[in-house]
């Protein structure tokens, strides 16, 4: 089952300094240095150092070797099934999957692997990366020091791996990974959308609007953060099994209570019928719903689109409406798992929803959306947003 160590971890109390000394040791530089970690390559294995608050106690966990294992998902779980208990979850960081279990004994046991390709790290056969991307960007906003830009997601956390916890801890570290990984641009969008989503979400449930689905939700908390808003309004969550399994794992272990009114749904957009799972859930396609369709449309091939889009006129009564962020332009998705199939050029956005039975309520463009949600007090502009995203809101015409 092992190969061979991949990986070995130091924890230490002052990571610049552990850095410069191992610089000397070693004669290299990182290849990879962050606040929240410092990588150094040597031949076929790989040294990590990864900052601590903790005093030096030479506790086990100080060091911990990683063995290199051809499948971590399958390996993991037979660990586990052979007595080990969990001591991380899996986690991904660029192309290496790691984890640590505790085996019976009480060792602190590491295992680490590649990526799988593209076409089995879809949402099918494991939780979206997407939808854990966009949490952490979300984590990242509600700590966010800037009290305009501050995100009101403070349930995102929970959702995140130990290790993905790590680089919110400090300003320092959040600032270097807005800068290096995720981008200004990116995170701008993310602060945007969720603004503009949960402004939409709570009008509804002001007005007592009888049901709200969200089309893909991902690890969205906007059920469990305003649920004090929730009156009689039925809501429902769809998205692929990986990912809903884990949020409804994540939400009880953080004891989350679930409200009453919210019903989940398992769907896979690509191949299963909207009407017939959301139906058998408890849907009414005679009172007026809001459709809350985030960040999914981009990922699904145009037939899905416009089925999606069919279903929701031709089961939702005049009034009802729907809310999505839509790609203007071909690009290229950020995660080789989840592609990017579709995008509408922006002059086209309003033909192709009149054409389809919808009318545009609101519409913003990157810059609409710079300038509603990343502007201060005096009016002025201090964030950007990636360029070719726009946000819709439209209704369901006769």
């Known amino acids: 089952m092992f190969q061979s160590v991949k990986t070995v971890t130091y924890q230490v109390s002052d990571i610049e300094k552990a850095k410069d000394w191992y610089c000397k040791i070693l004669n290299k530089e990182p290849a990879f240095n962050s606040p929240f970690a410092v990588i150094f390559v040597i031949d076929d294995s790989v040294l990590m150092l990864a900052p601590t608050s903790n005093p ?50 009480g060792n602190i046991l590491g295992i680490t692997s590649k ?22 960007c979300r984590a990242l906003a509600a700590r966010d020091e800037r009290e305009e830009f501050r995100g009101p997601d403070y349930l995102a956390e929970i959702f995140l791996t130990e290790d993905g916890k790590r680089p919110l801890k400090d300003r320092a570290s959040r600032e270097w990974v807005i800068n290096n990984l995720i981008t200004p641009e990116r995170y701008g969008y993310l602060i945007a959308r969720t603004a503009y989503i949960d402004d939409i979400f709570k009008q509804s449930l002001r007005e007592n609007i009888p049901q709200i689905v969200f089309l893909g939700a991902g690890y969205d908390t906007r059920s469990y953060r ?21 949020k409804k794992e994540k939400l009880n272990q953080s004891n989350i209570s679930i409200p009453e009114q919210l019903t989940f749904v398992s769907i896979n957009f690509k191949s299963d019928v909207l009407e017939k799972v ?23 091939p145009a037939e ?4 999606t889009l069919k279903f929701v006129k031709l089961n939702s009564p005049v009034g009802s409406t729907i809310c999505f962020d839509y790609l203007t332009a071909e690009r290229q998705s950020v995660n080789a798992g989840e592609p990017f199939l579709f995008w509408i050029e922006e002059e086209r956005i309003e033909s192709f929803l009149s054409e389809r039975g919808y009318k545009i309520m609101e519409r913003l463009t990157s810059k609409d959306m710079e300038s509603k949600y990343l502007s201060v007090r005096n009016g002025s502009v201090v964030g950007k947003v990636i360029p070719h995203f726009s946000f819709v809101h439209a209704s369901v015409l006769e």
């Open 56 to 105: 030096l106690s030479g506790s086990d966990e100080r060091i911990v070797a990683y063995w290199g294992v051809e499948n971590i998902d399958v390996v993991y779980q037979k660990l586990l099934e052979l007595g080990a208990t969990p001591h991380t979850e899996i986690n991904t960081v660029a192309d290496t999957k790691s984890a640590k279990v505790v085996d019976p004994f």
């Open 115 to 136: 990526v799988l390709a593209a076409k089995d790290r879809s949402v099918e056969n494991q939780p979206s990366e997407t939808a854990n991307g966009v949490t952490f």
């Open 226 to 246: 305003l649920k004090e808003l929730i009156k009689e309004t039925r809501i429902f969550e769809l998205d692929i099994q990986t990912t809903q399994q884990r």
């Open 278 to 300: 959301l139906f058998k859930a408890g849907f009414d396609k005679n009172k007026k719903a809001l459709f809350i369709w985030e960040g999914v449309m981009y990922y699904l």
């Open 304 to 307: 899905a689109v416009n089925n």
